[in-house]
């Protein structure tokens, strides 16, 4: 027993003087057939380091034939010369976009200005004078929130620019919950701001064999006559690729009708203000039967949104009478608690894909995004591995991985082939870790109380 203990995992690099006990530093792997102290059974159940229980990177993502032919052949009948700029302008402000301003923050900025300009004895001014400084400072000085009506022309753009980076960051989405609950078989789905309709490709390339109805829901009627052309193939006639699709304006908000899964992807920064995104993912999570994908831009706006809708379910004291079961985070943090992040970077992933191959699109590109899913149930059904949240820096005979882990707390740890590299677990979590990507789950438990690293990180330097 005290020999097999001395091969707890240890994580990090620790100068010597800290004077913290080996015991509060100890990992142990939490692999299905393995314990604490039994180190005679197979780590990784004869599989190679590549292939351990926390991979869940997917190679370049690619569109389904069908699809990319129906995207060429839209574009190529209707593209004039200037798409590729248009397509460039259009995906520059969807990612630079902000969060519109609410109007209580938009009130407590006036008071602001208006008391600055009241309290300069140089500014004689009328209360129309003053008004009018306040609303120009605030013009100025505020992000000027603007709601994209996509008809039929920017529809268009809106393909070219989107669909096939916002079909892979939905496809590892949909990946995360299939590899980590393969027995999961959802019948039904829908989408929310369903837009170009790559929600219903992805979960059709993952769930094909089961799902049975997908219901797209967006509120522009061009869009969802675009997203009706490319499940035909791009043309208007013809039996669409995939059956059982069904399109509507207007969002359901009755909870007698729920759906394995619903899904938003990149729509709830589309709603013009934090009540309208409220009562959205409130009647989300009421249709929602097992899993709620949400999916944004990967900057601080997108983030900090997600946080938000995160917060409001977890905490929501509104229960579907229908459907009381409690939600839990299924992805991508291992724990319920507040977001580590939050004030600092945003929570991304990246997924390579090959884009639809026009003119201007021949290289592989990299989707930055940020995710939360949301399942209903107990917490104990999700695995509390710590997540790897930036790229890992693999460096000679020494691996750098920034970690989430269960007890709230970012980690950075630096595992060393001559520490963890020897014998027991420790070569294994070592390959492991060298072998994992960002994204990933790195197998193994942290106690809550662990100290930080004094190790510089690499990326800082």
Same mark, same amino acid.
């Given at each position: ?42 780590? @990784? ?5 590549? /292939? #351990? ?11 389904? /034939? ?23 302008? @259009? ?6 976009? #902000? ?7 938009? /009130? ?13 004895? $140089?500014?004689? /001014? ?48 949909? #990946? ?27 979960? #059709? ?45 207007? @969002? ?7 759906? $394995? ?112 899913? @949301? ?31 269960? $007890? ?54």
């Amino acid at each position: 027993m005290a020999a097999a203990l001395k091969c707890l995992l240890t994580l990090g690099r620790w100068c010597p003087g800290l004077g913290v006990a080996p015991q509060a530093r100890a990992l142990a792997a939490l692999v299905p057939g393995v314990t604490q102290v039994d180190n005679k059974s197979g780590f @990784l159940q004869k599989r190679p380091h590549r /292939q #351990h229980p926390g991979i869940l990177k997917l190679p370049h993502v690619r569109l389904p /034939q069908a699809l990319a032919n129906g995207a060429q052949l839209l574009l190529l009948g209707s593209a004039g010369p200037t798409m590729e700029n248009q397509v460039q302008t @259009l995906t520059s402000y969807l990612w630079s976009r #902000h969060l519109p301003v609410e109007p209580e923050e938009l /009130q407590r900025r006036a008071r602001h200005l208006e008391k600055k300009f009241l309290e300069n004895p $140089d500014l004689s /001014q009328t209360e129309e004078k003053l008004r009018g400084a306040v609303l120009h400072a605030l013009r100025k000085t505020t992000y000027h929130w603007q709601e994209l009506s996509y008809t039929e022309g920017l529809s268009l753009v809106y393909m070219a620019a989107r669909l096939d980076g916002g079909f892979a960051a939905v496809s590892r989405a949909f #990946h995360e919950i299939r590899a980590r609950n393969p027995a999961f078989q959802p019948q039904t789905l829908m989408d929310f701001g369903s837009g170009t309709g790559s929600v219903t490709w992805a979960a #059709h390339s993952i769930w094909g064999q089961s799902l049975r109805e997908y219901m797209c829901v967006d509120r522009s009627a061009a869009m969802l006559v675009l997203a009706e052309k490319l499940l035909k193939g791009g043309s208007e006639s013809g039996e669409p690729y995939i059956p059982g699709v069904f399109f509507r304006q207007f @969002l359901p908000v009755s909870p007698k009708v729920q759906f $394995d899964v619903v899904v938003s992807a990149f729509s709830l920064s589309e709603l013009p203000s934090k009540a309208d995104r409220t009562e959205v993912v409130q009647t989300l999570w009421r249709k929602t039967g097992h899993f709620l994908v949400l999916v944004e831009n990967g900057t601080k706006a997108g983030h900090s949104l997600l946080m938000d809708a995160r917060d409001l379910v977890l905490k929501g004291k509104e229960k579907s009478p229908l459907d009381p079961r409690p939600g839990f985070v299924f992805a991508p943090c291992p724990h319920e608690l507040p977001c580590p992040q939050l004030t600092n970077l945003a929570c991304s992933f990246s997924q390579a894909y090959h884009p639809i191959p026009f003119s201007w699109n021949k290289k592989p590109k990299e989707e930055k995004f940020s995710m939360v899913i @949301l399942a209903r149930g107990s917490p104990e059904e999700a695995h509390r591995w710590p997540r790897i949240t930036q790229p890992v820096l693999k460096r000679p005979r020494h691996v750098h991985c920034h970690l989430c882990c269960p $007890d709230g707390h970012m980690q950075h740890a630096v595992l060393t082939a001559r520490r963890h590299g020897s014998i027991c677990f420790h070569r294994d979590l070592y390959r492991c870790a060298r072998v994992s990507s960002w994204g990933d789950l790195l197998p193994v438990l942290t106690p809550s109380a662990f100290p930080p690293s004094t190790a510089q990180d690499p990326s800082e330097s």
